[in-house]
């Protein structure tokens, strides 16, 4: 079964850290793009970060520049989100998904595989 499971997540206090991560099973995470997607209650969903298959690429919504890290260990077929600096506005339902091909996009069109998504309150 093809399929991307993710683990990680919870309630934080505002200014602290969590990790979620994406482990992809049943196929490879070597040649693709992927994207981490959240979405908050009655919004969007909206494009977080992004990383190309080499992992030399990463690309950062403003909002989460300089506290969130996203970085992938192709050999354990796995993408990790590094979360700091938490704030209330982060609150949602985190997403990763596989891009169609080696290339970062916002837009949850371009992304076929997704994992089961990951809640993150931060709250104090």
């Known amino acids: 079964q093809l399929q991307l499971v993710q683990s990680g997540g919870g309630l934080v206090q505002p200014g602290g850290s969590l990790e979620v991560s994406c482990a992809a099973s049943?196929?490879?995470?070597?040649?693709?793009?992927i994207g981490w997607f959240r979405q908050a209650p009655g919004k969007e969903r909206e494009g977080v970060v992004c990383?190309?298959?080499?992992?030399?690429?990463?690309y950062y919504t403003d909002s989460v520049k300089g506290r969130f890290t996203i970085s992938r260990d192709n050999a354990k077929n796995t993408v990790y989100l590094q979360m700091n600096s938490l704030k209330p506005e982060d609150t949602a339902e985190y997403y990763c998904?596989?891009?169609?091909?080696?290339?970062?996009?916002?837009?949850?069109?371009?992304?076929?595989?997704w994992g089961q998504g990951t809640q993150v309150t931060v709250s104090a």
């Open positions: 990383i190309s298959a080499s992992g030399v690429k990463t």
């Open positions: 049943g196929f490879t995470l070597d040649y693709y793009a």
């Open positions: 998904a596989e891009s169609l091909w080696d290339r970062c996009s916002d837009s949850p069109d371009e992304y076929d595989y």
